[in-house]
């Protein structure tokens, strides 16, 4: 009858080597957990002049521009502030309507 042995120190070397990599790779590939941002709507009733929106872009501080059928708005996450054609003024917009950057 012939008999089969395993021989110990290689299996349990390999055993070692298995376990190890399981634990690097857990421990590299670990997966953080998923951070859920619930997104804030404003409407006219929190100081947006207009309900078409045409483009809205963020700028490199964080401000919001909001390009609306009646001006351009900056938001900085607390209060609008109003850009308008004033007819007249060389500074100021050009028409109301705005619909994206230059």
């Known amino acids: ?7 110990t120190r290689p299996a349990l ?4 080597v298995l376990s190890l990599c399981r634990f690097i790779n857990d421990t590299l590939y670990a997966q ?3 951070q859920t941002i619930e997104p804030a709507y404003i409407s006219i009733a929190d100081g947006l002049v207009s309900p078409v929106v045409n483009d809205v872009i963020q700028d490199s501080f964080g401000l919001i521009w ?17 850009f308008k054609n004033l007819p ?15």
């Open 88 to 102: 007249g003024k060389a500074a100021s917009l050009q028409h109301n309507n705005v619909w994206g950057p230059a």
């Open 1 to 7: 009858m012939l008999k089969l042995h395993l021989p």
């Open 13 to 16: 070397f390999l055993t070692f």
């Open 66 to 82: 909001i390009g609306t059928g009646n001006g351009l708005q900056k938001y900085d996450g607390y209060r609008f502030e109003t």
């Open 32 to 34: 953080t957990p998923i």
